[in-house]
Protein backbone atom coordinates (compact mmCIF):
# COMPACT_ATOMS: atom_id res chain seq x y z
CA UNK A 1 0.00 0.00 0.00
CA UNK A 2 1.10 3.34 -1.26
CA UNK A 3 1.64 5.82 1.93
CA UNK A 4 -0.07 9.44 2.63
CA UNK A 5 1.22 12.01 4.99
CA UNK A 6 -0.48 15.04 5.56
CA UNK A 7 1.37 17.91 6.77
CA UNK A 8 1.03 22.29 6.63
CA UNK A 9 2.80 24.55 4.98
CA UNK A 10 2.48 27.65 6.21
CA UNK A 11 2.67 30.39 3.45
CA UNK A 12 4.95 33.93 3.42
CA UNK A 13 1.59 35.90 4.77
CA UNK A 14 0.62 33.01 7.29
CA UNK A 15 -1.43 31.54 5.07
CA UNK A 16 -2.08 27.73 6.11
CA UNK A 17 -1.69 25.06 3.14
CA UNK A 18 -3.35 22.01 3.17
CA UNK A 19 -0.78 19.08 1.74
CA UNK A 20 -0.61 15.74 1.26
CA UNK A 21 2.94 13.49 0.32
CA UNK A 22 2.10 10.46 -1.40
CA UNK A 23 5.17 8.00 -0.94
CA UNK A 24 5.28 4.72 -3.11
CA UNK A 25 3.79 0.96 -2.04
CA UNK A 26 5.91 -0.46 0.36
CA UNK A 27 8.17 -2.34 -2.33
CA UNK A 28 9.10 0.72 -3.42
CA UNK A 29 12.06 2.96 -2.67
CA UNK A 30 11.17 5.95 0.35
CA UNK A 31 14.18 8.45 -1.51
CA UNK A 32 16.04 8.03 -4.80
CA UNK A 33 12.37 8.59 -6.79
CA UNK A 34 11.78 12.01 -8.19
CA UNK A 35 9.00 14.66 -6.46
CA UNK A 36 6.08 15.27 -8.18
CA UNK A 37 3.99 18.15 -7.39
CA UNK A 38 0.85 18.48 -8.65
CA UNK A 39 -0.86 21.77 -8.85
CA UNK A 40 -5.12 21.91 -9.45
CA UNK A 41 -7.45 24.40 -11.05
CA UNK A 42 -9.61 26.90 -9.67
CA UNK A 43 -12.43 25.78 -7.53
CA UNK A 44 -10.87 22.37 -7.10
CA UNK A 45 -8.88 20.30 -4.51
CA UNK A 46 -5.95 18.60 -4.22
CA UNK A 47 -7.89 15.39 -3.97
CA UNK A 48 -8.63 16.15 -7.79
CA UNK A 49 -5.99 14.28 -8.43
CA UNK A 50 -7.03 11.28 -6.29
CA UNK A 51 -7.15 8.68 -9.37
CA UNK A 52 -3.89 9.76 -10.90
CA UNK A 53 -1.35 9.32 -8.03
CA UNK A 54 -1.22 5.68 -8.02
CA UNK A 55 -0.04 6.19 -11.39
CA UNK A 56 2.37 8.08 -10.42
CA UNK A 57 3.48 6.26 -6.80
CA UNK A 58 3.24 3.28 -8.82
CA UNK A 59 6.45 4.61 -10.91
CA UNK A 60 8.87 5.72 -7.70
CA UNK A 61 7.43 8.87 -7.85
CA UNK A 62 6.96 10.51 -4.36
CA UNK A 63 3.82 13.02 -4.80
CA UNK A 64 3.03 15.93 -3.39
CA UNK A 65 -0.62 17.46 -3.93
CA UNK A 66 -1.81 20.34 -1.59
CA UNK A 67 -5.05 23.00 -1.54
CA UNK A 68 -4.12 26.40 -3.13
CA UNK A 69 -4.93 28.85 -1.04
CA UNK A 70 -8.93 29.62 -0.45
CA UNK A 71 -9.27 25.95 -1.90
CA UNK A 72 -9.94 22.71 0.05
CA UNK A 73 -8.80 22.48 3.28
CA UNK A 74 -5.97 25.96 3.19
CA UNK A 75 -6.95 28.86 4.88
CA UNK A 76 -7.38 32.14 2.98
CA UNK A 77 -4.90 34.02 4.07
CA UNK A 78 -4.97 37.91 4.72
CA UNK A 79 -7.70 39.37 2.89
CA UNK A 80 -5.01 42.42 2.20
CA UNK A 81 -2.75 39.48 0.11
CA UNK A 82 -3.28 40.02 -3.83
CA UNK A 83 -3.99 36.89 -5.44
CA UNK A 84 -1.31 37.81 -8.22
CA UNK A 85 0.51 34.71 -9.75
CA UNK A 86 3.51 36.04 -7.72
CA UNK A 87 1.76 35.56 -4.20
CA UNK A 88 0.19 31.49 -5.73
CA UNK A 89 3.90 30.40 -7.07
CA UNK A 90 5.84 31.46 -3.82
CA UNK A 91 3.03 29.35 -2.15
CA UNK A 92 3.81 27.01 -4.28
CA UNK A 93 7.27 27.01 -3.05
CA UNK A 94 6.35 27.11 0.59
CA UNK A 95 4.39 23.68 -0.11
CA UNK A 96 7.59 22.81 -1.91
CA UNK A 97 9.75 23.53 0.98
CA UNK A 98 8.35 21.49 3.60
CA UNK A 99 7.51 18.38 1.38
CA UNK A 100 11.44 18.59 1.12
CA UNK A 101 11.20 19.12 4.75
CA UNK A 102 9.43 15.90 5.38
CA UNK A 103 11.00 13.78 2.70
CA UNK A 104 14.75 14.29 4.62
CA UNK A 105 13.30 12.90 7.92
CA UNK A 106 11.97 9.99 6.63
CA UNK A 107 13.57 6.65 7.97
CA UNK A 108 13.31 2.81 7.29
CA UNK A 109 10.01 1.93 9.20
CA UNK A 110 7.16 -0.23 8.96
CA UNK A 111 9.00 -1.85 5.47
CA UNK A 112 9.39 1.47 3.66
CA UNK A 113 12.56 0.97 1.73
CA UNK A 114 15.37 3.83 1.56
CA UNK A 115 17.47 4.22 -1.13
CA UNK A 116 21.35 4.74 -0.11
CA UNK A 117 21.78 6.20 -3.87
CA UNK A 118 19.35 9.27 -2.97
CA UNK A 119 20.83 12.68 -5.19
CA UNK A 120 21.64 15.78 -3.11
CA UNK A 121 18.90 17.22 -4.62
CA UNK A 122 15.67 15.74 -4.96
CA UNK A 123 14.63 16.05 -8.70
CA UNK A 124 11.14 17.64 -9.03
CA UNK A 125 8.64 17.56 -11.99
CA UNK A 126 5.91 19.99 -11.18
CA UNK A 127 2.69 19.08 -13.13
CA UNK A 128 -0.06 21.64 -13.21
CA UNK A 129 -3.76 22.02 -14.45
CA UNK A 130 -5.64 24.57 -15.89
CA UNK A 131 -4.58 27.67 -13.05
CA UNK A 132 -2.00 25.49 -11.93
CA UNK A 133 -0.90 25.20 -14.68
CA UNK A 134 -0.16 28.80 -15.33
CA UNK A 135 0.99 28.84 -11.21
CA UNK A 136 3.54 26.16 -12.71
CA UNK A 137 4.57 28.20 -15.41
CA UNK A 138 5.24 30.70 -12.89
CA UNK A 139 7.34 28.32 -10.70
CA UNK A 140 9.41 27.21 -13.51
CA UNK A 141 10.18 31.10 -13.86
CA UNK A 142 11.24 31.67 -10.76
CA UNK A 143 12.74 28.21 -9.25
CA UNK A 144 16.82 29.20 -9.48
CA UNK A 145 16.37 31.95 -7.28
CA UNK A 146 13.16 30.43 -4.90
CA UNK A 147 13.83 28.80 -1.12
CA UNK A 148 13.49 25.73 -2.51
CA UNK A 149 16.03 25.59 -5.17
CA UNK A 150 18.97 24.45 -2.75
CA UNK A 151 17.02 21.10 -2.08
CA UNK A 152 14.85 20.40 -5.27
CA UNK A 153 16.25 20.68 -8.48
CA UNK A 154 13.61 21.13 -11.79
CA UNK A 155 13.60 18.15 -13.52
CA UNK A 156 10.40 18.33 -16.04
CA UNK A 157 7.52 20.64 -16.19
CA UNK A 158 3.91 19.41 -17.75
CA UNK A 159 0.69 21.92 -18.04
CA UNK A 160 -2.65 20.44 -18.82
CA UNK A 161 -5.44 21.43 -20.84
CA UNK A 162 -3.83 25.18 -20.58
CA UNK A 163 -2.72 26.91 -24.13
CA UNK A 164 -2.49 31.10 -23.16
CA UNK A 165 -4.13 31.94 -26.66
CA UNK A 166 -7.17 30.02 -25.89
CA UNK A 167 -7.08 31.22 -22.07
CA UNK A 168 -6.46 34.81 -22.45
CA UNK A 169 -9.21 34.22 -25.13
CA UNK A 170 -12.07 32.86 -22.60
CA UNK A 171 -11.19 35.37 -19.90
CA UNK A 172 -13.58 37.79 -20.95
CA UNK A 173 -16.33 35.13 -20.56
CA UNK A 174 -15.49 33.50 -17.58
CA UNK A 175 -16.88 35.66 -15.15
CA UNK A 176 -20.10 35.39 -16.44
CA UNK A 177 -19.90 31.93 -16.73
CA UNK A 178 -18.89 31.54 -13.03
CA UNK A 179 -22.08 33.55 -11.79
CA UNK A 180 -24.17 31.07 -13.83
CA UNK A 181 -23.18 27.89 -12.70
CA UNK A 182 -25.40 26.60 -9.92
CA UNK A 183 -23.26 27.42 -6.53
CA UNK A 184 -25.78 25.69 -3.55
CA UNK A 185 -26.75 22.75 -3.89
CA UNK A 186 -29.31 20.40 -1.43
CA UNK A 187 -26.58 18.13 -0.33
CA UNK A 188 -23.42 16.76 -1.40
CA UNK A 189 -24.77 13.88 -3.53
CA UNK A 190 -26.61 16.69 -5.48
CA UNK A 191 -23.78 18.28 -5.87
CA UNK A 192 -22.01 15.37 -7.71
CA UNK A 193 -24.73 14.55 -9.80
CA UNK A 194 -24.61 17.63 -11.38
CA UNK A 195 -20.90 17.62 -11.90
CA UNK A 196 -21.45 14.38 -13.69
CA UNK A 197 -25.08 15.49 -15.64
CA UNK A 198 -22.99 18.80 -16.28
CA UNK A 199 -20.06 17.01 -18.22
CA UNK A 200 -17.83 18.82 -15.79
CA UNK A 201 -16.26 15.52 -14.75
CA UNK A 202 -17.09 12.42 -16.95
CA UNK A 203 -15.97 9.45 -14.07
CA UNK A 204 -18.38 9.64 -11.54
CA UNK A 205 -15.79 7.38 -9.30
CA UNK A 206 -13.52 10.35 -9.94
CA UNK A 207 -16.51 13.07 -8.95
CA UNK A 208 -17.51 11.11 -6.04
CA UNK A 209 -13.92 11.59 -4.51
CA UNK A 210 -12.99 14.92 -5.42
CA UNK A 211 -16.26 17.23 -5.10
CA UNK A 212 -17.04 17.16 -1.32
CA UNK A 213 -13.54 19.01 -0.97
CA UNK A 214 -14.87 21.51 -3.46
CA UNK A 215 -17.64 21.75 -1.16
CA UNK A 216 -18.92 23.52 2.46
CA UNK A 217 -21.95 24.00 4.72
CA UNK A 218 -24.05 27.18 3.74
CA UNK A 219 -25.47 28.29 6.80
CA UNK A 220 -29.11 29.84 6.56
CA UNK A 221 -30.17 32.91 7.95
CA UNK A 222 -33.15 34.44 8.93
CA UNK A 223 -34.98 36.79 6.69
CA UNK A 224 -35.59 39.42 8.94
CA UNK A 225 -31.77 40.40 9.71
CA UNK A 226 -30.82 43.57 9.07
CA UNK A 227 -27.78 44.61 6.09
CA UNK A 228 -27.57 47.75 6.40
CA UNK A 229 -24.39 49.28 7.15
CA UNK A 230 -22.25 46.12 6.99
CA UNK A 231 -19.52 46.09 4.37
CA UNK A 232 -16.19 44.70 4.36
CA UNK A 233 -13.46 46.22 1.98
CA UNK A 234 -13.07 44.40 -0.80
CA UNK A 235 -9.98 43.44 -2.89
CA UNK A 236 -11.03 45.18 -5.62
CA UNK A 237 -13.72 45.85 -8.11
CA UNK A 238 -15.32 44.06 -10.83
CA UNK A 239 -16.84 45.22 -13.95
CA UNK A 240 -20.00 43.62 -15.21
CA UNK A 241 -22.94 44.18 -14.03
CA UNK A 242 -23.88 40.33 -13.08
CA UNK A 243 -20.70 39.96 -11.44
CA UNK A 244 -20.29 43.58 -9.61
CA UNK A 245 -23.61 42.58 -7.84
CA UNK A 246 -22.26 38.93 -6.77
CA UNK A 247 -19.06 40.51 -6.01
CA UNK A 248 -20.80 43.28 -3.98
CA UNK A 249 -23.18 41.45 -1.93
CA UNK A 250 -20.40 39.04 -0.73
CA UNK A 251 -18.71 41.96 1.09
CA UNK A 252 -21.44 41.66 3.22
CA UNK A 253 -21.07 40.48 7.25
CA UNK A 254 -22.14 36.57 7.88
CA UNK A 255 -24.17 38.37 10.67
CA UNK A 256 -25.80 41.32 8.20
CA UNK A 257 -27.06 38.63 5.41
CA UNK A 258 -31.15 38.87 4.73
CA UNK A 259 -32.66 36.02 2.48
CA UNK A 260 -33.68 38.39 -0.31
CA UNK A 261 -31.95 36.76 -3.67
CA UNK A 262 -30.52 33.81 -4.61
CA UNK A 263 -28.19 32.37 -7.14
CA UNK A 264 -29.11 29.52 -9.64
CA UNK A 265 -29.39 26.12 -8.23
CA UNK A 266 -28.82 22.92 -9.86
CA UNK A 267 -32.63 22.99 -10.78
CA UNK A 268 -32.57 26.26 -12.43
CA UNK A 269 -28.95 25.93 -14.09
CA UNK A 270 -30.14 27.83 -17.65
CA UNK A 271 -30.84 30.94 -15.63
CA UNK A 272 -29.32 34.41 -17.07
CA UNK A 273 -25.33 35.01 -15.97
CA UNK A 274 -27.15 38.61 -14.26
CA UNK A 275 -28.20 37.04 -10.91
CA UNK A 276 -28.05 37.91 -7.41
CA UNK A 277 -26.56 35.85 -4.19
CA UNK A 278 -28.30 33.78 -1.78
CA UNK A 279 -28.17 34.51 1.59
CA UNK A 280 -26.51 31.38 2.23
CA UNK A 281 -24.02 31.96 -0.44
CA UNK A 282 -23.49 35.60 0.67
CA UNK A 283 -22.78 34.68 4.50
CA UNK A 284 -20.47 31.73 3.94
CA UNK A 285 -18.43 34.16 1.54
CA UNK A 286 -18.22 36.77 3.83
CA UNK A 287 -17.57 34.43 6.74
CA UNK A 288 -14.62 32.76 4.49
CA UNK A 289 -12.56 36.03 4.12
CA UNK A 290 -11.54 35.39 7.99
CA UNK A 291 -10.11 32.18 7.40
CA UNK A 292 -6.67 32.28 7.92
CA UNK A 293 -6.90 34.76 11.14
CA UNK A 294 -7.33 34.15 14.67
CA UNK A 295 -10.55 32.24 14.69
CA UNK A 296 -8.88 29.65 12.05
CA UNK A 297 -9.81 26.75 14.03
CA UNK A 298 -13.23 27.43 14.31
CA UNK A 299 -13.88 28.11 11.11
CA UNK A 300 -16.32 25.90 8.85
CA UNK A 301 -14.22 23.90 6.50
CA UNK A 302 -14.55 21.72 3.00
CA UNK A 303 -16.81 18.86 3.91
CA UNK A 304 -14.83 15.80 3.82
CA UNK A 305 -16.52 12.58 5.08
CA UNK A 306 -15.74 9.39 4.50
CA UNK A 307 -19.16 9.08 2.13
CA UNK A 308 -21.28 11.27 0.39
CA UNK A 309 -23.92 9.67 2.08
CA UNK A 310 -22.90 10.24 5.41
CA UNK A 311 -22.37 13.97 4.39
CA UNK A 312 -25.82 14.42 2.87
CA UNK A 313 -27.45 13.32 6.43
CA UNK A 314 -25.52 15.60 8.57
CA UNK A 315 -26.34 18.48 6.21
CA UNK A 316 -29.90 17.32 6.15
CA UNK A 317 -30.35 17.30 9.98
CA UNK A 318 -28.54 20.85 10.26
CA UNK A 319 -30.68 22.37 7.57
CA UNK A 320 -27.77 23.44 5.52
CA UNK A 321 -27.12 23.51 1.95
CA UNK A 322 -23.98 23.25 0.59
CA UNK A 323 -21.97 25.86 -1.60
CA UNK A 324 -18.62 25.83 -3.46
CA UNK A 325 -15.87 26.24 -0.75
CA UNK A 326 -13.60 28.54 -3.58
CA UNK A 327 -15.91 30.95 -3.88
CA UNK A 328 -14.65 33.79 -2.17
CA UNK A 329 -11.39 33.26 -4.20
CA UNK A 330 -12.96 32.99 -7.40
CA UNK A 331 -14.50 36.43 -6.67
CA UNK A 332 -11.41 38.17 -4.98
CA UNK A 333 -9.34 36.63 -8.07
CA UNK A 334 -10.70 38.23 -10.95
CA UNK A 335 -8.92 41.11 -11.25
CA UNK A 336 -5.35 38.94 -11.38
CA UNK A 337 -6.61 36.48 -13.69
CA UNK A 338 -4.89 38.15 -16.33
CA UNK A 339 -1.54 37.98 -14.62
CA UNK A 340 -1.64 34.24 -14.50
CA UNK A 341 -2.10 33.42 -17.91
CA UNK A 342 -0.52 36.53 -19.88
CA UNK A 343 3.20 34.99 -20.81
CA UNK A 344 2.41 30.96 -20.06
CA UNK A 345 3.69 30.16 -23.23
CA UNK A 346 7.21 32.08 -22.84
CA UNK A 347 7.63 30.58 -19.32
CA UNK A 348 6.40 27.27 -20.33
CA UNK A 349 9.38 26.97 -23.39
CA UNK A 350 12.00 28.94 -21.52
CA UNK A 351 11.63 26.28 -18.60
CA UNK A 352 15.46 24.16 -18.76
CA UNK A 353 13.65 20.95 -18.67
CA UNK A 354 12.29 18.70 -20.08
CA UNK A 355 8.15 19.71 -21.12
CA UNK A 356 5.40 18.19 -21.86
CA UNK A 357 2.26 19.80 -23.09
CA UNK A 358 -1.15 17.60 -22.48
CA UNK A 359 -4.47 18.49 -23.85
CA UNK A 360 -8.12 16.94 -24.28
CA UNK A 361 -7.79 18.69 -27.96
CA UNK A 362 -4.74 19.69 -29.95
CA UNK A 363 -6.90 21.69 -31.92
CA UNK A 364 -6.68 24.14 -28.83
CA UNK A 365 -2.74 24.98 -29.68
CA UNK A 366 -2.32 28.69 -30.65
CA UNK A 367 0.05 29.33 -33.29
CA UNK A 368 3.34 29.99 -31.28
CA UNK A 369 2.72 26.58 -29.49
CA UNK A 370 2.03 25.31 -32.80
CA UNK A 371 5.26 26.47 -34.31
CA UNK A 372 7.50 25.23 -31.05
CA UNK A 373 5.76 21.73 -31.33
CA UNK A 374 7.10 21.06 -34.86
CA UNK A 375 10.53 22.54 -34.04
CA UNK A 376 10.23 19.71 -30.91
CA UNK A 377 10.89 21.56 -28.41
CA UNK A 378 8.20 19.97 -26.28
CA UNK A 379 6.25 16.85 -26.22
CA UNK A 380 2.60 17.15 -26.20
CA UNK A 381 -0.02 14.45 -25.80
CA UNK A 382 -4.14 14.76 -26.67
CA UNK A 383 -6.35 12.46 -24.41
CA UNK A 384 -8.90 11.53 -26.34
CA UNK A 385 -12.71 11.40 -25.09
CA UNK A 386 -11.67 13.76 -21.67
CA UNK A 387 -12.95 17.21 -21.01
CA UNK A 388 -11.17 19.73 -19.07
CA UNK A 389 -10.92 18.07 -16.24
CA UNK A 390 -8.47 15.41 -18.02
CA UNK A 391 -7.04 14.13 -15.33
CA UNK A 392 -10.27 13.11 -13.40
CA UNK A 393 -12.30 12.16 -16.93
CA UNK A 394 -9.42 9.82 -18.06
CA UNK A 395 -7.00 9.01 -15.18
CA UNK A 396 -5.79 5.79 -16.91
CA UNK A 397 -4.56 7.31 -19.73
CA UNK A 398 -3.21 10.77 -18.34
CA UNK A 399 -1.17 8.39 -15.62
CA UNK A 400 0.31 6.06 -19.11
CA UNK A 401 1.23 9.48 -20.59
CA UNK A 402 3.13 11.27 -17.40
CA UNK A 403 4.69 7.80 -16.81
CA UNK A 404 6.41 7.84 -20.24
CA UNK A 405 7.35 11.03 -20.40
CA UNK A 406 9.02 10.95 -16.79
CA UNK A 407 10.75 8.07 -17.70
CA UNK A 408 12.03 8.50 -21.59
CA UNK A 409 13.13 11.76 -20.06
CA UNK A 410 15.18 9.96 -17.30
CA UNK A 411 13.48 11.91 -14.24
CA UNK A 412 12.59 8.25 -12.84
CA UNK A 413 15.96 6.51 -13.70
CA UNK A 414 17.22 6.29 -10.32
CA UNK A 415 13.71 5.26 -8.83
CA UNK A 416 13.35 2.53 -12.32
CA UNK A 417 17.14 1.17 -10.73
CA UNK A 418 15.54 0.77 -7.32
CA UNK A 419 12.21 -0.83 -8.61
CA UNK A 420 14.29 -2.89 -10.42
CA UNK A 421 16.83 -4.19 -7.69
CA UNK A 422 13.39 -4.83 -6.22
CA UNK A 423 12.20 -6.92 -8.52
CA UNK A 424 15.25 -9.12 -9.43
CA UNK A 425 15.16 -9.62 -5.69
CA UNK A 426 11.85 -10.84 -5.23
CA UNK A 427 12.54 -12.97 -8.28
CA UNK A 428 15.40 -14.78 -6.70
CA UNK A 429 13.74 -15.19 -3.58
CA UNK A 430 10.45 -16.92 -5.45
CA UNK A 431 13.58 -19.15 -7.33
CA UNK A 432 15.12 -20.16 -3.34
CA UNK A 433 11.16 -20.87 -2.78
CA UNK A 434 10.16 -22.92 -5.77
CA UNK A 435 12.94 -24.64 -5.73
CA UNK A 436 12.79 -25.76 -1.73
CA UNK A 437 8.72 -26.11 -2.34
CA UNK A 438 6.48 -23.56 -1.42
CA UNK A 439 5.55 -23.53 2.73
CA UNK A 440 2.26 -25.64 3.50
CA UNK A 441 -0.24 -23.55 2.88
CA UNK A 442 1.57 -20.94 1.42
CA UNK A 443 1.89 -21.56 -2.57
CA UNK A 444 4.57 -19.25 -4.12
CA UNK A 445 3.62 -16.65 -5.87
CA UNK A 446 5.11 -16.10 -9.30
CA UNK A 447 6.33 -12.50 -10.82
CA UNK A 448 3.72 -11.51 -13.31
CA UNK A 449 4.62 -11.33 -16.94
CA UNK A 450 4.19 -7.49 -16.93
CA UNK A 451 6.79 -7.53 -13.88
CA UNK A 452 9.62 -9.97 -16.03
CA UNK A 453 8.66 -7.36 -18.90
CA UNK A 454 9.16 -4.21 -16.96
CA UNK A 455 12.53 -5.72 -15.66
CA UNK A 456 13.99 -6.67 -19.18
CA UNK A 457 12.00 -3.25 -20.33
CA UNK A 458 13.96 -1.17 -17.78
CA UNK A 459 17.52 -2.90 -18.16
CA UNK A 460 17.98 -2.57 -21.85
CA UNK A 461 17.00 0.87 -21.65
CA UNK A 462 19.66 3.49 -22.88
CA UNK A 463 19.78 6.35 -20.14
CA UNK A 464 18.36 9.27 -21.47
CA UNK A 465 20.30 12.86 -20.98
CA UNK A 466 18.97 16.08 -20.23
CA UNK A 467 16.04 17.64 -22.41
CA UNK A 468 15.99 15.90 -25.90
CA UNK A 469 13.75 17.27 -28.28
CA UNK A 470 10.75 15.45 -29.42
CA UNK A 471 8.39 15.83 -31.76
Known amino acids: MAAELPFTARAADGCALQCYLHLPPTSAPVSGGPLVALLHGCNFSARSFTLLIPKLTALGCRVLAYDARGHGLSSDGPASTPLTAETLAVDCFAALSAAAGVLATLKPADGLVVSSSAPARVPTCVIGHSMGAAIASHVAARWEASAAAPALSLAALVLMDLVEGSAMAALPHMRDMVVSVPHSFADVPSAVEWMVASGTVKLRASAAVSVPYQLRPLPILSPTDDVSGHHKEGRGTVEGTGFATVHALSRLEPHAVAATTRLPSAHDCRAPAVVAVPEATRCVVAAARTIGGAGDSDAEMPIHASSAEASA ?38 APCPK ?67 KLKRAREWSATHAAGPPHGSPASEPSPSETSAVHATSSRPPASGLVPER
Open 313 to 350: TEDGASGHTVGWRAWPFMLSSVEYWEDWFRGTNDRFLA
Open 356 to 422: LLILADLEALDGPLTVAQMQGRFQCRPIAGAGHLLHEDAPDKVGEALCSFLSRSGVTRGAESALLEA
